[in-house]
């Protein structure tokens, strides 16, 4: 079936990067774009920016832009989300999802993966 | 850009009805047909219920529904069920520099 499985959690200190992956699999990935979205605990969703699995091009929202990194690696259908200069306020989930249609960056997003915890402590 | 402005909370008894609003700008919701929602239940991924303001994918209830109206969006659940408990964010294309925004969520408990 067509689903996204993201990595395990990450506990990292103040000042550390994180790199979280999102693995596609059921469906083309280089036909469908990237977004991530994160939220932190007990706030809402927050969108981070996509990537184009088959070009390798992104696009931030602008909070983020210079800290964050999206890849991707089309030989193993996997996405990544790279956070670097992490604060405490980062503590959140991150999501992968997809956009429900082929070749679009906008639209809705009707695959999720399950989330990665990612906790900022010293 | 600010977030989408929905209701903290919304409530109901067993089959009622209840409308949550999300409400945004000319830049967002007022601009394009592609506000989106989504049902989160507590510790789990957002599941999209909604798609291009009124759309249900395949697998979700009929008694779901989106409608739209200026800069302001709703999404209508009739005959309210007890797996109905859940938070709901609206989320719209907001064009191509800021691109995404999402709602501020609403809970709806059912009574």
């Known amino acids: 079936q067509v689903q996204l499985v993201q990595s395990g959690a990450e506990v990292k200190k103040p000042g550390a990067s994180v790199k979280v992956s999102c693995k596609a699999s059921g469906y083309t990935f280089t036909d469908y774009y990237i977004h991530w979205v994160r939220q932190a605990p007990g706030q809402g969703l927050e969108w981070m920016g996509w990537?184009?699995?088959?070009?390798?091009?992104?696009n931030y929202a602008q909070k983020f832009q210079g800290r964050v990194t999206m890849t991707r690696d089309t030989s193993i259908s996997t996405a990544y989300m790279e956070l670097s200069r992490l604060r405490s306020d980062d503590t959140a989930v991150y999501y992968c999802?997809?956009?429900?249609?082929?070749?679009?960056?906008?639209?809705?997003?009707?695959?999720w993966g399950q989330g990665t915890m990612v906790t900022v402590s010293s | 850009q600010s977030a989408l402005t929905q209701p903290a909370s919304v409530s109901g008894s067993p089959g009622q009805s209840i409308t949550i609003s999300c409400t945004g700008t000319s830049s967002d919701v007022g601009s394009y047909n592609l506000v989106s929602w989504y049902q989160q239940h507590p510790g789990k991924a957002p599941k999209l219920m909604i798609y291009?303001?009124?759309k249900r994918p395949s697998g979700v209830s009929n008694r779901f529904s989106g409608s739209k109206s200026g800069n302001t969006a709703s999404l209508t659940i009739s005959g309210l069920q007890a797996e109905d408990e859940a938070d709901y964010y609206c989320?719209?294309?907001?064009?191509?520099?800021?691109?995404?925004?999402f709602g501020t969520g609403t809970k709806v408990t059912v009574l």
């Open positions: 999802a997809r956009v429900k249609y082929q070749l679009l960056p906008h639209g809705a997003f009707d695959i």
């Open positions: 990537i184009n699995p088959n070009s390798g091009g992104t």
């Open positions: 989320c719209s294309y907001a064009g191509s520099s800021t691109f995404v925004v």
């Open positions: 291009e303001g009124s």
